[in-house]
């Protein structure tokens, strides 16, 4: 079973601040994907990241996939109160291997 | 942009009835799935499907559920006969390639209440 872990669980910090949030596992994953869900909304995918090593930018916020391809990180800059929202990641183990196995979630809270 | 669609949004039923969820994916997409996420849960796979048939499902996945495509814009979900820990939050996905490449895109999910 591949389980990814992601820390915090929870995250409030003033508006203004930088953070950033982390997803880990002890598996390799082939692709690794970022979501934002709103409560009772489905995932919106942010970022696919598929190379070890890779980072990837959209605007504020920052991607990076490890190198061994069993971690990631998200970070934000000069976090703003509309960033408030739960952030996923999920992966995927093997190409053609279509599941996605997500993580436990960060709950990011941003104070105007 | 194009998006995936789900109706119902909300779907209430008593427990031993038949429901099916239905799902329109992205258009040129060609790999569909079905996720469910009880309350305050992971999001958890249920069933991947390409080509017309099911390329692979989680254990969740038993013989009370199935999913078809109907015709060529439908997706469905069946549960045969809904059991009180069926209720949960249900997402269809599509990706224009296999998952593990190309992105997830997923729906704005029916939540499904089971008395």
């Known amino acids: 079973t591949q389980l990814l872990e992601q820390s915090p669980q929870f995250l409030s910090i003033q508006e203004g601040e930088n953070l950033t949030v982390y997803c880990n596992s002890s598996?390799?994953?082939?692709?690794l994907q970022w979501y934002r869900q709103e409560p009772g909304e489905g995932p919106v995918l942010l970022v696919t990241?598929?190379?070890?090593?890779e980072v990837k930018k959209l605007k504020r916020l920052t991607f990076q996939f490890g190198d061994a391809r069993k971690d990631s990180s998200l970070h934000i800059t000069a976090a703003q109160p509309g960033d408030t929202g739960l952030y996923l990641c999920?992966?995927?183990?093997?190409?053609?291997?279509?599941?996605?196995?997500f993580g436990t979630g960060t709950r990011l809270t941003i104070i105007p | 942009e194009p998006e995936v669609t789900q109706t119902p949004s909300h779907q209430v039923t008593q427990m031993g009835q038949e429901v099916i969820l239905r799902c329109v994916p992205i258009?040129?997409?060609?790999?569909f799935y079905w996720y469910r996420q009880i309350l305050g849960q992971k999001v958890e796979f249920l069933v991947s499907?390409?080509?017309?048939?099911?390329?692979?499902k989680s254990e969740i996945f038993d013989d009370q559920f199935s999913v078809e495509r109907p015709d060529g814009s439908n997706f469905t979900l069946k549960i045969r006969s809904t059991k009180l820990e069926d209720s949960a939050m249900y997402f269809c996905?599509?990706?224009?390639?296999?998952?593990?490449?190309?992105?997830?895109?997923f729906g704005p999910g029916t939540r499904l209440t089971v008395l």
């Open positions: 990241v598929v190379t070890g090593g």
């Open positions: 258009s040129n997409h060609l790999y």
């Open positions: 598996s390799v994953f082939s692709s």
């Open positions: 996905a599509s990706s224009e390639v296999s998952g593990g490449i190309g992105a997830q895109f």
């Open positions: 999920a992966g995927a183990i093997n190409f053609g291997n279509e599941k996605l196995t």
């Open positions: 499907f390409y080509n017309n048939e099911i390329s692979e």
